[in-house]
């Protein structure tokens, strides 16, 4: 079955600290990865996409994630956390399919990422 | 930009009652999808549509139907409510020609409360 798997559920830092969220997915090839957030409340907000080519992608708000073809993965990271980056983190991954283009995105269970001021 | 259109933002039902959500996409955007998200939970995908028609089906259970109409919007239409379909339900919409991204955007979502 297609999945997709994100290791931390809860994160906690202080401001200032580096974040990586870890991403893994089972699909085989060509997919469309995608890092949203979500604010207390609030919809779904895309971070960053990859589709094709550099597989370093810079978001929003100082997010970066990388594409490893090879160990299925699409981490998310940032250098320097801030108090306003408290928020619930999905990553997402679309198939895409030749003949139709059509594909529903597949989320991860998400991470809760809570930065202390 | 405009943007995804849902509506009602809220709705509060009691149990076997039945709801209407609404879509309104971005214009231009020929495929619609519909995603419920539980409390604390990841969203889940329900539905597609493309020019009208249906697309893929994900988990969407018998008593919920959806449908797209020839201006693109879309509504899912829910019967015998149940208390665990208390959720949050988003509407995504994206363009088959836009380069072969099909990137979703997201509408603010309809929170559904059923009590």
């Known amino acids: 079955a297609q999945s997709v798997s994100q290791h931390n559920h809860h994160v906690i830092l202080s401001e200032a600290a580096s974040l990586e969220l870890g991403c893994n997915y089972s699909y085989g090839g060509t997919v469309n990865l995608f890092w949203y957030v979500q604010y207390p409340g609030q919809h779904l907000q895309l971070l960053l996409k990859y589709f094709s080519g550099d597989p370093l992608v810079k978001g929003i708000k100082g997010f970066e994630a990388e594409f490893i073809k090879s160990k299925f993965s699409f981490n998310l990271r940032k250098p320097s956390v801030q108090w306003s980056d408290t928020a619930e983190y999905f990553c997402a991954v679309s198939k895409l399919f030749m003949n139709t283009g059509f594909q529903k995105l597949v989320f991860g269970t998400g991470t809760r990422l809570l930065v202390s001021p | 930009a405009a943007g995804v259109i849902q509506s009602p933002r809220h709705l509060i039902k009691e149990k076997r009652e039945t709801a209407t959500l609404k879509c309104y996409p971005i214009p231009r955007h020929d495929t619609v999808y519909w995603y419920q998200q539980g409390p604390g939970q990841d969203p889940q995908f329900l539905i597609s549509f493309y020019e009208k028609m249906q697309s893929d089906k994900g988990s969407i259970p018998d008593r919920f139907s959806a449908q797209q109409f020839s201006d693109y919007h879309s509504e899912l239409n829910m019967s015998s409510l149940e208390l665990g379909d208390s959720a949050l339900y988003f509407c995504?919409?994206?363009?088959?020609?836009?380069?072969?991204?099909?990137?979703?955007?997201f509408g603010p979502g309809t929170r559904l409360t059923v009590t």
């Open positions: 995504a919409s994206s363009s088959s020609s836009a380069g072969g991204t099909y990137e979703q955007y």
